[in-house]
Each structure stands twice: as structure tokens, then as C-alpha cells.
């Protein structure tokens, strides 16, 4: 069965700072990764997809780079403001089982202003 | 539509009765997911249709669990005799499935978090 853990579970940051989100995987053999976001008691909301023939992803100060071979993605921030305070999930979409996400717990982030 | 929706947001229920909770996708989006997430948890999988086809239940926790998706669109989740364990949050999920790799991108409703007294 494939695991997904994220560390650290919960981040406080001061405003400004470039971060760093970590993602990995026991099985690399992965369709695709995507980075959520979660705002309390709101849905997910996609921020990027990475397919499993690409390396990395960039959307604004977001930046996601995927080492399927180690099991590993990572999510940067650049440039932390305050409203980037919420939730950070990954979930891979595995190959043998297609259909059925497996989701980590999520990085609790805090910006402070 | 321009998002999936899902209803009720809230619901509180005895312990014993059923509920059933409902989910709008965007429109045209073939696949669909339903996902239970326990607080500080993330969500995990309980059940996947492709249109009106419900391919995969396996994350269903118990045969108090029912799915269903008869027109392929519209899904309802259906929990009969709900019970203390099956508080959580519910989420539902689309996406369109194509041959362009972006369309597997998987865009989420708001949840319907369903507390059992």
C-alpha cells in the first residue's frame, strides 16, 4: 500500500521568508502528484500537478519539483506573506491502483506578519 | 457550474439515523471521488465512479456506506445508521479524464462535515 508523509507537520515562519514543504512516497510507481492547499473548514484547492514525466512545476511564487526515483516532491514558497497561511497537502495518484488517491497528513504553515 | 458543489455544508445527526449527502461535479467531468477526512488527517479514499459506473468502493469502511451516481453526474453518499465514528468531514472531488495529462487534475468541493451524537 502506498504511504505519503509529510514533514514537518506544522511550520511558523516570519513573513518574508522562502520555504521549503516536503513529500514522499513509498511507491514510485506514481501517475501523477498534486499540491493542495486547505484553508479551515474549506475544500482543497489545487495549487500545482505534477505528471510522473515531469520534474518540477511552477506557478507564481510556487515552485514543485518531483524525484520519483527517491519518492520525494517538494513544495517552495518564495517569499511567504501571511495569506499563505493554511494547510499544505500532496497526493499521489499511484500506477496499480489508479483510481485511488493516497493523501499525506498535510504541513500546517504559519506565516506571521 | 463553476465548481463542485456539495450539500448540506453541516450536518448533525442521532446516532442510529441515515443521512445522505450530496455532490454537484463540474460539469462534463467524467470522473468522481468521495473522500473521508478525519481532523488533522487528510482525506482518504472511500469510493470512485467513471460516469454513472461506480469502479471502485474499496475505501468504503462499512455496508453502511452506500455511493451512488445514477446519471452520471449528480453523486449521493448514503451512511445508514450513522454512528459516532463516522464523524468527519466529507469530500467530494472531479476531474475531467482525458487524453491531455492536465485533465486529471482533481478539483474539490467545500465538504460537508457531518457530526454523529
Known amino acids: 500500500k502506498q504511504e505519503v508523509t509529510q514533514i514537518p507537520a506544522a511550520l511558523s515562519v516570519p513573513e518574508g521568508e522562502n520555504l521549503v514543504l516536503n513529500c514522499s512516497f513509498t511507491?514510485?510507481?506514481?501517475?501523477?502528484l498534486q499540491w493542495f492547499r486547505q484553508d479551515p473548514g474549506k475544500g482543497l484547492t489545487s495549487l500545482l500537478l505534477i505528471q510522473s514525466s515531469q520534474r518540477e512545476q511552477t506557478s507564481g511564487r510556487l515552485n514543485a519539483s518531483l524525484d520519483k526515483s527517491s519518492g520525494r516532491s517538494t513544495l517552495y514558497i518564495a517569499a511567504s506573506q501571511p495569506g499563505d497561511s493554511a494547510t499544505y497537502l500532496c497526493?499521489?495518484?499511484?500506477?496499480?491502483?489508479?483510481?485511488?488517491?493516497?493523501f499525506g497528513s498535510g504541513t500546517k504553515l504559519n506565516v506571521k506578519p | 457550474g463553476a465548481g463542485v458543489s456539495q450539500s448540506p455544508r453541516y450536518k448533525v445527526a442521532k446516532r442510529g439515523q441515515d443521512v445522505a449527502l450530496r455532490c454537484d461535479p463540474i460539469s462534463g467531468h467524467v470522473s468522481l471521488f468521495w473522500y473521508q477526512q478525519a481532523l488533522g488527517q487528510g482525506p482518504e479514499f472511500l469510493t470512485y465512479f467513471q460516469n454513472e459506473a461506480q469502479l471502485d468502493k474499496s475505501g468504503l469502511p462499512s455496508d453502511r456506506f452506500f455511493a451512488e451516481r445514477p446519471e452520471g453526474s449528480v453523486s449521493t453518499l448514503k451512511i445508514q445508521r450513522t454512528q459516532q465514528e463516522d464523524s468527519a468531514v466529507y469530500l467530494c472531488?472531479?476531474?475531467?479524464?482525458?487524453?491531455?495529462?492536465?485533465?486529471?487534475?482533481?478539483?474539490f468541493g467545500p465538504g460537508t462535515r457531518l457530526t454523529v451524537l
Open positions: 497526493a499521489v495518484r499511484p500506477v496499480r491502483n489508479f483510481n485511488k488517491f493516497y
Open positions: 472531488a472531479s476531474s475531467w479524464e482525458g487524453l491531455a495529462e492536465s485533465y486529471n487534475e482533481q478539483f
Open positions: 511507491d514510485s510507481a506514481i501517475y501523477n
